[in-house]
């Protein structure tokens, strides 16, 4: 954890001008068994500070690869003057930003680092696992991955604190050789969450139950035939439309690119997607009371994270803010500021975005289908501010006659996420959160995003 050094630093800010001082520390680590035998065994660690500085709607920015006073008195400098001489030279008509009050904010998680040992012996105890029970496996692998921020902020006109966000997974991938022509075949689970390693693998028991599941998903797609190509009723799965909720949805309501000029940009208030369908980016507490994967509570510019409701019942109902955009829209900012490493600036980010659940049980849902899919498990996607989007689908099952048939082998999906949406007539009564991925807007940033199954039509791609 920081050892902070920023708090008297508050007496160099500037009057007249909006400040933001942050000390950061990123810590990686990273551990690999590929059948049986070690080849990764990473750690790396970015430490830092920045003062970001804003006069009259400019801003100047100016960081350091050093956590220390001095370089906090740099930084604070050289961020000032760039703002001033930025000013200067600015349109007379812009304004300072509204302050939306002023606290602290406490520490959430700790982080605690072990030593990697531990890492490495859990991951070959979990390879054990697998290759004494699976030895039918053409390969297999086992990662854990550890990422976690620390940042110690302080503002002149917002909020101070501290904000942690560690986490941690356990990535498990098996490879089998299709029955058909000896293809080889992958699938992959991700265990963990947010919090540090004897939050989640402290007793590795636990994972064996979804190991198994994994095996067993493998060996239904050795089996697997091509999704047949067209215009399709399917049912997707939590994880795809978490991603269609981030990927095609999200992107486009982030503020920023909305100013850039997305699609959602001209659709506010109006109708976007079925009535049953309502998105929501969460800050940190979910619609069932529980926290989310990765809880955000305080932005880097010190703004209190709040929820920023996306669609309601169908109808586009508003945008992801930092302090900028709010003030251009007229709206309070939602805290969806976020910056990935001490050398960057915070961007408009997404949280924890996901479609809320409805009221539809999944066996009726694949009841209610003739002839389509149902699509679960997928590895890629991608999607532009139109709201276009193209997603690979790694494990689905053909529905037949309401009753689920065979494995399909990979396939994509695409479509325009506002006209899909338009097409959703069930949404199931439970959402699946995954939390481990990246989200990759000019900077990473770590995001969580979820989903119900969601009854639709979709174009699928076939052999």
């Known amino acids: 954890m920081l050892y902070d050094i920023l708090k008297t630093k508050k007496s160099l800010f500037a009057d007249g001008v909006q400040t933001v001082l942050r000390g950061q520390e990123n810590r990686n680590r990273r551990v690999g068994f590929l059948q049986g035998n070690l080849v990764?065994?990473?750690?790396?660690?970015?430490?830092?500070?920045?003062?970001?500085?804003?006069?009259?709607?400019?801003?100047?920015?100016?960081?350091?690869?050093?956590?220390?006073?001095?370089?906090?008195?740099?930084?604070?400098?050289?961020?000032?003057?760039?703002?001033?001489?930025?000013?200067?030279?600015?349109?007379?008509?812009?304004?300072?930003?509204?302050?939306?009050?002023?606290?602290?904010?406490?520490?959430?998680?700790?982080?605690?680092?072990?030593?990697?040992?531990?890492?490495?012996?859990?991951?070959?105890?979990?390879d054990d696992y697998i290759v004494n029970k699976y030895p039918d496996l053409a390969s297999r692998m086992v990662m854990y991955t550890e990422d976690s921020q620390d940042k110690i902020l302080y503002t002149s006109d917002a909020y101070d604190g501290h904000i942690t966000n560690p986490r941690c997974y356990i990535y498990v991938t098996m490879t089998a050789l299709s029955k058909s022509d000896n293809a080889p075949l992958e699938l992959y689970k991700v265990f963990g969450g947010s919090g540090s390693f004897e939050d989640h693998f402290k007793d590795i028991t636990w994972m064996?139950?979804?190991?198994?599941?994994?095996?067993?998903?493998?060996?239904?797609?050795?089996?697997?035939?091509?999704?047949?190509?067209?215009?399709?009723?399917?049912?997707?799965?939590?994880?795809?439309?978490?991603?269609?909720?981030?990927e095609a949805v999200g992107h486009t309501v982030e503020a920023d690119l909305v100013l850039g000029g997305s699609v959602a940009g001209p659709n506010l208030n109006k109708k976007v997607a079925s009535d049953l369908v309502t998105m929501i980016d969460y800050a940190n507490i979910k619609e069932d009371g529980t926290e989310a994967p990765l809880p955000v509570y305080l932005d880097d510019e010190g703004q209190i994270a709040k929820d920023a409701v996306l669609i309601k019942?169908?109808?586009?109902?508003?945008?992801?803010?930092?302090?900028?955009?709010?003030?251009?829209?007229?709206?309070?900012?939602?805290?969806?500021?976020?910056?990935?490493?001490?050398?960057?600036?915070?961007?408009?980010?997404?949280r924890n975005t996901a479609i809320l659940p409805g009221k539809d049980k999944l066996e009726d849902m694949i009841a209610?289908?003739?002839?389509?899919?149902?699509?679960?498990?997928?590895?890629?996607?991608?999607?532009?501010?139109?709201?276009?989007?193209?997603?690979?689908?790694?494990?689905?099952?053909?529905?037949?006659?309401?009753?689920?048939?065979?494995?399909?082998?990979?396939?994509?999906?695409?479509?325009?996420?506002?006209?899909?949406?338009?097409?959703?007539?069930?949404?199931?009564d439970k959402v699946k959160w995954e939390s481990s991925g990246f989200c990759g807007k000019k900077q990473r940033i770590p995001v969580g995003l979820g989903g119900p199954e969601l009854r639709c039509k979709i174009m699928i791609g076939g052999r």
């Open 368 to 428: 209610s289908i003739d002839d389509g899919y149902y699509l679960f498990d997928t590895n890629n996607g991608q999607a532009d501010l139109t709201g276009e989007f193209m997603f690979g689908v790694t494990m689905g099952y053909e529905i037949k006659k309401g009753k689920l048939g065979r494995a399909i082998l990979d396939t994509t999906v695409t479509g325009i996420a506002f006209d899909m949406l338009k097409t959703v007539d069930m949404v199931s």
């Open 40 to 126: 990764v065994n990473a750690r790396s660690e970015t430490r830092g500070v920045n003062a970001r500085v804003c006069k009259n709607g400019v801003y100047g920015f100016s960081s350091m690869a050093e956590y220390s006073k001095s370089a906090a008195d740099a930084v604070l400098k050289a961020a000032t003057q760039n703002a001033l001489f930025l000013h200067g030279h600015a349109p007379k008509n812009l304004a300072a930003q509204q302050s939306y009050g002023k606290g602290i904010v406490p520490v959430h998680k700790t982080i605690i680092d072990f030593e990697q040992k531990r890492l490495i012996d859990t991951c070959k105890a979990i």
């Open 313 to 350: 019942k169908g109808i586009l109902k508003g945008y992801m803010h930092n302090r900028e955009s709010a003030e251009k829209f007229g709206v309070k900012p939602t805290g969806n500021a976020r910056a990935w490493e001490f050398s960057d600036e915070p961007l408009i980010r997404m």
């Open 208 to 246: 064996f139950p979804g190991i198994d599941e994994l095996h067993t998903k493998l060996m239904k797609k050795t089996e697997g035939v091509h999704a047949e190509a067209g215009y399709k009723q399917v049912i997707l799965g939590g994880l795809l439309g978490g991603m269609l909720a981030h």
